[in-house]
């Protein structure tokens, strides 16, 4: 891989480089190659690139527009910077080059992005493979967090995206080497989003922009639109921008939901597999089809199968607001921003449950409690997966359904100062408060058919495989078993900042200058979690309609339209819809203050001083110049958190509060020198921390999923993790607006987080029965409480190294001849060291270097503009990494993966006059199918990829067309 990359993107580089003169004088181009880097006009005002000549003789000026404008701004930046910096800037105020923040983020180097599994958005980065609590994003420099969707309730440090429409920035720096005044925490980097202001463009702006999309799998149109009014009247200006889009996605595929087992593990004990399982080799219709019981026993099963459909509607609205003045000594600004993202999910679950398959009591109903072991009737294994198909009886069919609601509303405001008291000094300050609010709740009614004889195969299509049976799925008459669960969880993120700034130039010696820089900060950020969980009181409910009752409010009639479900599976079943499920159980109604859940809910406040100051030199060494930064960063953290704490066994649990202090010395030096003219060497040194979550702070004794039997407790006392950091690159600039570069990284990391575990019994952790899943209770609602959990504790311990290396190329190819010469390119390769915090260790003792994070990641971009038309085409694509975090052998030699994926998305654009442009936008053109395998470490029965899958989702294709103008 590494090769190809390498092996394609140096003859572009060296062939526009050093190719011929004559081809380079096209159109302009003379002009273009004689001027420095970053002395082009870099106006934003249409999409096509000119050559205007001025008196004859003298150099051209090149005028660089749309995408291509963008991208040379964003490399100027990066040029002009001392530390590893990139930039991504908008074309012009307004026109922010992707929809959506975080998949314009994945275009650099060292970026992976994660998605979010109901909209196929992108939501949360990842840098350089470090998990995305590890980064820090700030908004004009103040530090933000904000969650959303299946995120919320999380308590994990970070920022989620997708709450924002990218009209609302103008510019977004990215900060991979550390500097003394950076916001300290982001072990991964720092990310800088800067709201438009009037000033940045000062004239009278108004732009907008309206389009409509369409997805392939919801076949569902949705409107979206922007606006954005800016003007300045002498020292004055004003600007204010709105946003809103409304899109629905459909999702289908299929589910095993947590693994697969085998009797050999799974009936000994659920510790050493994904779930419990054990056939029933004493049933008179027993066949073990010329196996041998052992074979059979050893052969793998999945925990869930059943097919999986989703539709996620979504509206996003934005407002973003600056008041501005500026004159020769003063710059103040007052800056707003609020962005509000409502969700609705249904989910709908169809298939065979084979987790906790045992029987002991054959005089038990078939299918059911103690007389749930699967009957092999007539079976096959497959030898190249070990996967166990065919006919077994007394299986029970689960339909369910999930109808979720999701909420995120934030809010900004920032009064922000600087004063040039003389040509040498300036003083700046700002004063901020933010806040995040996000909440979620969610219904899931399910019902059961039992002591079922059922034929499974795979086939060759695992994402839909193929079930039937001799029962009829529509009839509500056959169902029964019925369950019902519900949550509640709201998190608040509050941030208030300020900061005074002093920036003085001065002289040195000879041709030598200097830049200080020293200040001083305070930020103080609360979090707080608030969980609900009613699912006793909807239980008791339940149990009073009886089964009739409830059969009555089913239907065979699916209530997600346009599903993608494939030939071998049931295409209708009984299920409930949202209306019945929500008027029955309404979940507002019942998960009030009186089913809080203290164990899982807290406040946590951290109050951090810091102190900087660095400085930047600039002189000449051996007749090139080089720059260099050094500073030093000090910051004393307090943190206060209230939580509950259970009082002895069986006790109350009573308010508790805990606290902790501690300090960081973060020294920081970075340098760029100039080897040629056109080759820069780059290199840096510093300290950062990283806090640790606060769910493994502040949180007690949690149990994450309801449907695994693990839980974890927090610790309090967790220190930052720790961090040296090296970054070395070189960088040529060819041409104006042209990159090719290598990079290397080295992170020593200290105080990691590791976690341990015991082994233990739900009884022993005093948590509500509610903590569990409906497939952990009985009838009643209650939980045994010798049920086995293991139990998770994190605390500081050991050392980790994270290594690797990037690559990166950009160019605007003008040398090509017309009308070829609008062609470009960009690319980014990232590759990343084997790293893990944990040991992956066979059966047999055999260590397995698995990580935690891909190996390697890349982004391929190409362009056309010229004159009216512009096209680009991105491909970003990421290798697979380990699923969940601190991975361990259950037991059953099965590593869990998520498997590498890739996503093009596409775009054209046409100037129909110089201040309207018609736009078609194509995401996920590729239509991607997203999934998580397990693959056999022990290599005995193949890889795994596309056959023991755990979740398999098609998102579809989204088709946006639309209009942008000006006026």
Known sequence: MKKKILASLLPLALAAAYGSNAAAQEAGTAGEQAAPAGAQDLSAAGVQADAAASAPGSPQTVTVTGFR?????????????????????????????????????????????????????????????????????????????????????????????????????????????????????????????????????????????????????????????????????????????????????????????????????????????????????????????????????????????????????????????????????????????????????????????????????????????????????????????????????????????????????FGYVAANGQWKVNSKLALSGQLSANQSRALSYQDTLSGQIFGVDSTIDYGSDHVYPSLSSPVDYTNPANFSGFGIATSWTRETDKGKQGRLVADWDYDLFGDWSGHLKGGVVYVETTKGINKRNASTAMTAKLNGLGAAGIRSGMTATLPISNLDIGSGWPSRFGTFTRGYTYSTFDPLAFNTDAAFTPAQSFEATEKVSTGFIQSDFKGRVLERELRFNVGVRYSHTELD????????????????????????????????????????????????????????????????????????????????????????????????????????????????????????????????????????????????????????????????TLKGYELAYQQAFTFLPDPFKGFGALASYTHIDPFNSQRWITNAGKEIKVNSVPKYAYSVTTYYERGPLAMRLSYNYKGRSLHGDNPKNNGDDLIRWRAARGYLDGNISYQLTPNLELRLDALNLSNTLSYDYFEDASGQYGSGKRTRMDYAKYDGRTIKIGIRGKL
């Open 641 to 800: 958190i209230d939580n509950y704490k259970k009082t002895g066994s069986g006790g109350a649990y009573l308010p508790n509060r805990e606290q902790g202090a501690y300090s960081n010395l973060l020294p920081a030096a970075s340098a760029a020198f100039d080897l040629t003219e056109d080759l820069m060497w780059r290199a840096s040194y510093g300290k950062t921390i990283s806090r640790a979550s606060l769910s493994i702070i502040a949180a007690q004794t949690v149990i994450p999923n309801p449907f695994d039997n693990g839980a974890t407790a927090g610790n309090p006392n967790l220190k930052p993790q720790q961090s040296k950091n090296l970054d070395t690159s070189l960088e040529w600039y060819f041409k104006p607006g042209s990159l090719l570069s290598a990079a290397y990284f080295r992170k020593e990391l200290s105080d990691a987080t590791v976690s341990s575990t015991t082994n233990t019994t739900f009884g022993a952790l005093g948590l509500p029965d509610s903590s569990l899943g409906a497939i952990f209770q009985d009838a009643n609602g209650r939980v045994d409480p010798s049920l086995p959990i293991v139990l998770r504790t994190y605390s500081n311990a050991g050392k980790q």
């Open 69 to 409: 404008s963008s991208l040379q701004k964003a490399l100027n930046l990066k040029q002009q910077a001392i530390g590893v910096r990139d930039s991504i800037v908008a074309e012009d105020i307004g026109k922010f080059p992707e929809a959506n923040v975080a998949e314009s983020l994945q275009r650099v180097p060292g970026v992976i992005l994660n998605r979010d599994d109901s909209s196929g958005e992108g939501q949360r980065i990842s840098i350089r493979g470090l998990p995305t609590e590890y980064s820090v994003t700030t908004l004009n420099g103040a530090p933000v967090n904000t969650t959303s969707t299946s995120t919320i309730g999380s308590a994990a440090r970070g920022f989620n995206y997708d709450v924002f429409a990218s009209e609302l920035f103008g510019r977004i720096d990215f900060y991979k080497s550390p500097l003394a005044e950076l916001t300290e925490g982001g072990l991964g980097g720092v990310v800088d989003l800067q709201s438009p202001r009037p000033f940045d463009n000062p004239k009278r702006t108004i732009r907008y922009a309206l389009s409509e999309s369409y997805n392939t799998m919801s076949k569902k149109a949705d409107p979206s639109g922007f606006a954005l009014y800016s003007n300045t009247w002498g020292n004055w200006g004003v600007l204010a921008g709105v946003a809103h889009s409304e899109s629905v996605n459909n999702r289908s595929g299929f589910e095993a939901t947590g693994g697969y087992n085998s009797s050999y593990n799974g009936s000994r004990s659920p510790i050493l597999g994904n779930f419990a399982l054990a056939l029933d080799y004493a049933d008179p219709r027993a066949n073990l089809s010329g196996y041998t019981r052992d074979q059979i026993d050893r052969a793998f099963l999945p925990r869930i199968y059943r097919f999986y459909g989703s539709s996620n509607d979504r509206t996003r609205d934005g407002f973003v607001g600056s008041l501005q003045y500026k004159d020769e000594r003063f710059n103040l600004s007052l800056d707003t921003m609020y962005s509000q993202l409502k969700n609705s999910r249904d989910e709908i679950y169809y298939g065979i449950l084979i987790r906790n398959s045992k029987t002991t009591d054959r005089t038990a109903p078939a299918g059911q409690g103690n007389h749930s072991g699967l009957v092999p009737i007539n079976v096959h294994i497959d030898p190249a997966t070990n996967l166990l198909t065919g006919t077994f009886g007394n299986t029970s069919y689960s339909s369910g359904a999930t109808y979720g609601e999701d909420e995120t509303k």
